[in-house]
Every structure is written in C-alpha cells, then in structure tokens.
C-alpha cells in the first residue's frame, strides 16, 4: 500500500491553524466592511483563454491547466496525441485542455464585473477570500494552493479609493499587531514615462518585468536581464539611473519631474502619488521607485505591503489601479483599483513575531466530566442548555479514568472541567473546575448559564 502524502506545494490545516488564519480573515474582512465592501465568490475553475494572456510572459507559465474529460476515450486519441505534442511545443488546444485553475482573484472579479454589469451599482465595492493556484516552486511563504484576500472597487476613477485601500491595509495590520510594515507606492505612469525615455511606451510591460526581479536578482542580473530584453546599453544607463534615485517621498518625486521634465504621464503619476502621500498622514507609506509589479494590467498608483524587517518575509500584500481590466472581456472603459492580503505569509510572519492571541484556541468553554451513564444523562441535558445560549462545551462520550478526561480537556485548551456526579446532581449543584489554577467552586445547576456567560 502506498505511503499517503499530498502534492508538492499542498497544505493540510490541524483546528490549531484554522483558528488561527480564520482570525486574519475576519480580522482583515471586518475592516473591508466598515468601508462598503461586499463578498463575492467565484468558481475554482474558469475557461482558459479568460485566464491566459492577463498576467504576462511570467504568470501564463504558472497556471494549472485541466485536462478534459474523456481523454481516455479510444476516439479521442488522435486528438489527445496531436494536444499532447502541441502543449510540448508551448502552444494550448481545445482538444486537450479548455479550463483552469483560477491563478488570482482578479481577473475572475473583472470577468464577472463584465457578465452583470447591467446588475451592478457602481461604484461597486467587492471583497474575496478564496483560494489561488500556481505551478511555482514551492518555498517559505509560498505555495502551489494558497488563499488570497482581496478588495476591488469598480466604477470611479477616484484617487480617493486609493487612500481608503492604503487606509485599510493600515488599519487590518495594525489590529493584527503588525505596526512595523511599511507600505511602498508607486506609479505605473511614471514607468511608462521610463519606457518612453528608453525606447517606447510599448516596452512597459518588458521593462516592469525586469525591475520587479531587482529584489530577488540584484541590480547587475537586472540589466542583464533588460540587455537581453531589447534594451541598448543607453537605455539600459537610463533606467539604472532611474532606480538609483533616492532621498525621502517628496526629494524622490521631485527627483522624478527633473528627470521627466515636460513627460505629462510622469507628472500625473507624480501628482497622484502626492494626493494619497497627503490624505494619509500616520500612514508608513514609501514611494519605491523600484516597485513594478509585473502583471500587464496595472495602469496608475501601485501597492506593495512589506513585512517588517525582522521577519525577513517580503511582500505581504500588494494591489493597484487598473483603467480597462473589463476591456479584457468586451466591456471598456470600467476602471478600477484593488488590493489583495497575503494570508499565508501574514500567518508565518505572526506565528514568527508570537502576535497569535492565547484566546483563539479556546474554542470550548468547558468539558462535562462523564461520571457513569445516569449522570451522563442529566450532564447532557445542561451541557444543551449551555449549547442553546451560544457557550460551546463538549461532555466526553466515555464514562473513562478521569485524569484521562482531564489530560483531554487540557490538550483542548478548554479551560474548566464541569464534574455532574450522583452527589452533585441531587443537589441540584455542579462543581466547576478552573483547570489552569485547580481551583473548584460549587455552582447551582439553575445558574450554570449565568456562570458562563460572565465568563
């Protein structure tokens, strides 16, 4: 018999975790709601071509294609074999694969926007919390099956959506305990502006690429990387220059005008950077103008949330606008603006900082001691009367040695011990146990809801 296992990349998740990432999740989606956004789901799978061709050279690479159905059919051979040879040779095909697994959230929120738009109200505020797919390498906070976190609005080219979704980064991490992040901003337009300057606008998306690697690659395989893009040792000087420009925020953009001066994609990329930098005081926000975020889609303000450095983790959120995301799927002129949380990586960077409240893993307020079937009975029946006015307890099935029962309750986390013997239940009483300080008190059986509910 096969060892069992799970795929490369593929995670299981003990109660232990779940409570734990369920805590940024609902801590991440409260703060969504207080400003408008609304759930939406979409399916795991989508057609293929909905899916290739948005996320650039890179990501097409890492999406999981699925095979159809009935490939195993004796007719379909020829056309499994033809597929086959056409996907050896890079090239997709009907008769092998039609569907994928969803790579992001975006794309599929922009394909929906696009089918019900006639439905919607715009501007319209969505947030997502769905797992992604991705054939890459599994490594420290990445992986092959991951949930992403996300907040679109739809609708409004309003710079104010941007300083509500930098506000609800700020907001979300810093209830999360996470106060050292700092969140970097920057502007497509401004690397548009770059690409002209290095031979043609039509080179954004080649130039992005290669930047959005300085962080993993360093400097110099960057300019190799754009050398063997296109670009001439000119070009390259000149986008080299660019990324070596430093200072503060505001030396950084001025920096930029200097360098663009007359370019009016650089001065509005400048201007909107400065409209979030001013209704965000407080905010840990840098302008990086090393930061590209190399999927096509991007057209203005962009946003890459870091982990502090001491975690040594990366990007833990990251998002920015998009002017005709729906223009993808026949629908022009929708613009639009989003963010999305890394779950797993915030989950490693709080496990790494001990940010995890105790209090999430005491999902059962007490275990009733089973002391023999008739006790067990009149056990059960307070134990409902708990259930019914929302205080989570178990009773353990077994009437078993009780520091079994007791070695139970304690690896539960649960903190009190509720004993129901034959002397207890004819006095209408109850002993209740603290479990961590040993202490015991007598409880009315007719208080025992009250009791717990103070708790």
Not at 164 to 181: K, R
Not at 203 to 224: H, Q, Y
Request: hydrophobic share 40%; glycine share 8%.
């Amino acid at each position: 018999m096969a060892k069992p296992g799970l795929p490369q990349g593929m995670r299981d998740f003990s109660a232990e975790t779940v409570r734990k990432r369920n805590y940024i999740l609902d801590t991440i989606t409260s703060v969504m709601k207080l400003y408008g956004y609304q759930p939406l789901e979409t399916p795991a799978m989508e057609n293929l071509d909905t899916l290739m061709g948005k996320y650039g050279e890179e990501g097409d690479k890492l999406i999981f294609k699925v095979l159809n159905n009935g490939l195993h059919d004796p007719k379909n051979a020829a056309k499994t074999r033809a597929g086959f040879e056409k996907l050896m040779e890079g090239k997709n095909t009907a008769d092998l694969t039609e569907r994928a697994l969803k790579y992001d959230l975006t794309i599929p929120f922009a394909r929906y926007v696009a089918m019900n738009h006639g439905n919607l109200t715009m501007p319209f505020k969505r947030y997502q919390v769905q797992p992604v797919w991705r054939a890459d390498r599994p490594q420290r906070g990445r992986y092959r099956e991951f949930t992403q976190c996300d907040a679109d609005v739809v609708g409004s080219r309003s710079l104010i959506n941007e300083v509500e979704l930098s506000l609800i980064y700020h907001t979300a991490f810093t209830q999360l305990g996470i106060a050292q992040y700092r969140l970097k901003i920057n502007s497509r337009k401004i690397l548009t502006a770059l690409a002209e300057k290095c031979g043609g606008a039509e080179k954004i998306n080649s130039l992005s690429i290669a930047i959005d690697k300085l962080d993993k690659i360093g400097l110099e395989k960057v300019k190799e990387e754009l050398l063997n893009r296109g670009f001439n040792d000119s070009q390259v000087e000149i986008a080299t220059s660019f990324l070596a420009l430093s200072g503060s925020n505001q030396e950084k953009l001025e920096a930029i005008k200097k360098l663009f001066e007359n370019n009016e994609l650089a001065s509005a990329g400048v201007n909107e950077i400065n409209y979030v930098l001013q209704h965000t005081s407080g905010i840990p926000i840098d302008v990086d103008l090393t930061l590209a975020r190399g999927l096509d889609y991007y057209t203005g303000i962009i946003f890459e949330a870091k982990a502090p450095e001491e975690v040594k983790m990366g990007s833990i959120g990251g998002g920015g606008r998009y002017d005709d995301l729906t223009g993808l799927f026949g629908l022009p002129g929708i613009t639009g603006v989003g963010i999305s949380f890394g779950i797993d990586r915030i989950y490693d960077v709080l496990e790494e900082m001990n940010l995890f409240p105790a209090s999430i893993q005491q999902a059962v307020s007490a275990l009733f001691i089973n002391m023999g079937t008739p006790e067990s009975e009149q056990a059960f029946q307070n134990a409902q009367a708990l259930r019914t006015a929302g205080i989570a307890c178990e009773m353990y099935p077994e009437n078993i040695k009780l520091d079994k029962q007791f070695r139970y309750a304690d690896k539960k986390n649960i903190p009190f011990a509720i004993i129901m013997g034959a002397q207890e239940i004819a006095s209408n009483i109850a002993l209740v146990k603290d479990l961590a300080t040993g202490h015991q008190e007598k409880v009315d059986l007719t208080h025992l809801v009250e009791y717990f509910s103070k708790k």
